[in-house]
């Protein structure tokens, strides 16, 4: 039998502060841009990250990365710090193998 | 699993905040640290953050930063202030102060400004080092100097420390409450940078609150030193 070849993968909830509203699809863009921005186009295809979906709650967005490349989002996250004018700054508030454990719904 | 770790945030500066400090306590709190270290110059305040602290459960200790010109007036401030403060750190400003501030006892943690090449932790230093050497969150995002040279001197300066074993403390620095960052957040700084990832998990526990629950116990008179 041959090893496995699906790559596990990690769900992390974002939580934005110190802005009124703002898009999940904003806050994966963010993110993106930021890993980008640090690590590079190879550091960004290495974080496998994916945009997952919108969450009920305000202000929170799941986005989808490397079981091993969580350590770059949340360092990529440290460093937002604006959007437009307005400060606000991006928290990790989960991080679970699945979406729903991410949310938080149990 | 929980691991029981005692997450302390070293530098919070809560004089700085233009919202209340119970706002920015209760942050900390939410965002799961145990302790933290706080720069407050307003005698007034000291009573309320005692009240704040005892409702949420969140061990506090005050913090005193310098940034000393030359070593006599490091000297001068570390012989008025170690006494009233229970953490006293250190940015060291030219490479003078820095071989003064990391023999020092009286020191807690050093730091060398990011924007100045020539300021930096050497191996040399690094030897000497009896104080623990701090990152903060905030000055690294609000450096203007290009990011990749940041990071790079960084990593240089994270790997100086590991092999000649100097304590590694990262922190906030926050101004407000948007700068506040998690225990996990800030761990990710040195973890990213090459340093193991049990390593950086101390440099959020274990050291900064290992520094805070020493001093408190030598003002406290409850501490036996050596000698």
């Known amino acids: ?106 | 699993m929980k691991t029981g770790r005692k997450y302390t945030d070293m530098y919070v500066d809560v004089d700085a905040f233009k919202d209340n400090p119970e706002l920015t306590l209760n942050t900390l709190r939410r965002l799961g640290f145990k302790s933290a270290a706080i720069t407050h110059r307003c005698p007034g305040r000291d009573l309320t953050l005692v009240e704040v602290k005892s409702t949420l459960g969140l061990e506090l200790a005050s913090r005193l930063q310098i940034k000393p010109k030359n070593r006599f007036e490091l000297l001068k401030n570390l012989r008025v202030y170690r006494s009233r403060f229970e953490v006293i750190g250190v940015k060291c400003l030219n490479m003078d102060v820095a071989r003064i501030a990391v023999r020092d006892s009286r020191v807690d943690v050093v730091s060398f400004p990011l924007e100045n090449p020539k300021v930096r932790l050497t191996d040399k230093l690094a030897k000497l080092c009896e104080a623990a050497v701090e990152i903060t969150v905030k000055e690294l995002t609000e450096v203007r100097v290009p990011r990749h040279l940041i990071l790079q001197r960084l990593r240089n300066d994270f790997e100086c420390a590991s092999s000649n074993r100097v304590r590694l403390i990262v922190s906030s620095g926050a101004s407000s409450v948007t700068e506040l960052a998690s225990p996990m957040d800030l761990s990710s700084i040195p973890a990213v940078l090459g340093v193991e990832k049990m390593e950086s998990l101390r440099s959020v526990s274990e050291y900064p609150y290992t520094v805070i629950q020493r001093n408190k116990m030598k003002l406290g008179g409850t501490l036996i030193g050596n000698g």
């Open chain 1, 1 to 106: 039998m041959g090893e496995t070849v699906r790559k596990k993968k990690r769900y992390v909830a974002l939580e934005a502060h110190g802005i009124e509203r703002i898009t999940p699809l904003d806050m994966f863009e963010l993110v993106a841009h930021m890993v980008k921005e640090i690590f590079g186009d190879y550091g960004l295809a290495e974080t496998e990250l994916s945009w997952v979906r919108t969450v009920d709650k305000n202000n929170v967005a799941v986005i989808r990365c490397g079981k091993d490349q969580v350590e770059k989002v949340r360092f990529a996250t440290l460093f937002i710090k604006k959007i437009g004018d307005v400060k606000m700054s991006l928290r990790v508030v989960r991080i679970s193998g699945t979406v729903k454990g991410a949310i938080g719904k149990r």
